[in-house]
């Protein structure tokens, strides 16, 4: 049944280029969104940036550029690349444009009517991390810095503040967890979740004083100071405002179905959005879900540490469609794992130009070759392996486990290659007596090729689609409940160059 699906991603934040970090959620998001228009839902998938802050405005000094030619730069850098990662959302968001900060103007003051002593003025004193944009507590400094920031000092500040009293809602949210399992995946952050609301939880600050480039806070303190909101008070509601919020039929796409983001930021997305939501009298997002990291040598990708490679040479080392598929594949969607170019030139001979490649390129060669391109007509016949597969696909594509639904999709493969090995069709055709085996092997290898370019197609959709229409022509891709009843019978196939060709040994291991 079709239904609405709202996905969002974290927005990134305007302070320098994308890198795999950043890749690698929005693949992920884009293959869930792939796959649930497969499904047959209506979906809205929603990125973007984060472009206030003093991370921002710092960045902005040090170029020499007022701060929104900074953001411009910087979001023109980010669309380009998930263009070239072919990257399918509908909706751009960026926290400087005239009805985000309306929208959360208007959060801010819905929440102040509501319960006006969920605000309160407070001097607040701490060690502030520019690159987390939070004060740190002490479990989250090690040798005078931020875990997750190590090459950046931090700030001792002192300032009055407007704070939100999130203690408020700590029993609210205890019960939220408790009623709604499925509501922060996977398991082991919500085993976090709740080990912080165990330990309690603290007030935040959400103003920060002296703080130009950032939304001015609606509500005026007592000395009649405007301040600054602070970043994440402003960066979380994107999620509310790109419905429209508050005019409009927002409604009619809130509450989003799911938030993708990455694991260092669950707390934010997993505690403190939903009270300032029940602050607001606003529905709770349905699901929340914290990947891991993508690693280089057992390090995190970040700029501000320094680790990483360049985004494009990984790309265009085998084309935007291997690298998704790789970093699907070889990185667990729900733990963090390891990018070596040495395993990505294994995975892509291995399975790509070895699987898929040549599964595809003798199936098509062979129907062109014994039938003159057309597939013959055969009934359509119980498979337990296509039955075995699907239904493995769905499970895993339906719990996110991206890098699971990837091995459902090249066990079929695998099996694939195993029975054009077994049936050896090439033998078959010296003998015209076996003219009707050759015709049911044949119809099934099409049959396998098809099946194939839809599982992968939320994964690689450039390559699949382009092989979904040599096998199909101007058929329509089917929905995911469909494909059982796929019949191949009388499609005209057409052969072409190799879709992942080999690559020179020496530039697979460079």
């Known amino acids: ?73 910087i979001a023109a850098r980010f669309e380009a690349m998930w263009s070239k990662l072919e990257i399918s959302n509908d909706r751009w968001i960026r926290t400087t444009q005239p009805h985000h900060r309306a929208g959360v103007k208007a959060l801010i003051e819905r929440i102040h009517q509501r319960s006006p002593d969920d605000f309160y003025e407070q001097t607040y ?10 004060f740190k507590r002490e479990g989250e400094i090690v040798d005078g810095r931020c875990v997750l920031h190590p090459t950046r000092e931090l700030q001792w500040t002192e300032e009055r503040n407007w704070f939100f009293r999130l203690t408020k809602y700590q029993d609210f949210l205890r019960k939220h967890f ?72 927002w409604e009619a796409w809130w509450p989003a179905q799911l938030h993708v983001v990455g694991k260092d930021i669950v707390r934010l997305h997993a505690v403190i959005w939903p009270a300032m939501l029940q602050a607001a009298g606003l529905p709770l997002p349905e699901h929340v879900w914290g990947h891991g990291f993508v690693l280089l040598g057992g390090e995190r990708f970040s700029k501000s540490s320094g680790v990483g490679l360049d985004l494009n040479e990984a790309i265009d080392r085998y084309g935007p469609d291997a690298f998704r598929y790789f970093l699907l594949r070889e990185v667990p969607w729900d733990s963090d794992g390891n990018f070596s170019w040495e395993r990505f030139a294994e995975r892509y001979t291995a399975e790509l130009a070895n699987g898929v490649g040549n599964l595809a390129s003798r199936t098509l060669s062979m129907v062109a070759r014994y039938r003159d391109g057309e ?80 599982l992968l197609f939320p994964f690689m959709p450039e390559k699949m689609g382009q092989l979904w229409r040599r096998v199909a022509g101007e058929r329509p891709m089917p929905l995911i409940d469909e494909l059982p009843l796929v019949d191949v019978s009388g499609w005209r196939v057409t052969a072409g160059d190799p879709l992942f060709p080999r690559p020179e040994p020496a530039r697979a291991m460079a």
């Not at 047959?40 to 020499?64: I, L, S, Y």
Request: with cysteine; aromatic share 8%.
């Open 1 to 73: 049944m079709s239904r609405r699906f709202y996905l969002t991603t974290a927005i990134d934040y305007a302070n320098g280029d994308p890198h795999q970090g950043h890749a690698y959620e929005k693949i992920g998001a884009d293959a869930i969104a792939r796959y649930h228009r497969l499904r047959g839902d209506e979906v809205r998938f929603c990125m973007g940036m984060d472009e206030h802050g003093q991370k921002v405005a710092q960045a902005a000094a040090a170029n020499g550029i007022p701060p929104q030619e900074q953001v411009d730069r």
């Open 125 to 134: 004193e701490g060690w502030y991390c520019v690159g987390c944009e939070l």
């Open 178 to 249: 408790e009623t709604h399992p499925d509501f922060l995946r996977p398991e082991s952050r919500r085993n976090e979740m709740l080990a912080l609301l165990d330990s309690g939880l603290e007030d935040i600050s959400i103003t920060r004083a002296r703080l130009s480039w950032a939304i001015p806070f609606p509500v005026a303190s007592a000395s009649g100071e405007t301040q600054g909101t602070w970043v994440w008070f402003d960066a979380l509601p994107n999620y509310l405002t790109d419905t429209g919020f508050p005019d409009g039929d």
């Open 375 to 454: 597939t013959p007509v055969v009934d359509v016949r119980a498979d337990a392996a296509v039955d075995e597969a699907l239904a493995a696909y769905r499970a895993e594509m339906d719990a996110l486990l991206l890098h699971r639904a990837t091995e459902a999709a090249m066990g079929l493969v695998r099996h694939a290659n195993a029975f054009v090995a077994e049936t050896q069709p090439w033998a078959m055709a010296k003998e015209p007596g076996r003219a009707g085996e050759l015709d049911a092997t044949l119809n099934a290898m099409v049959r396998y090729v098809a099946l194939v370019s839809v």
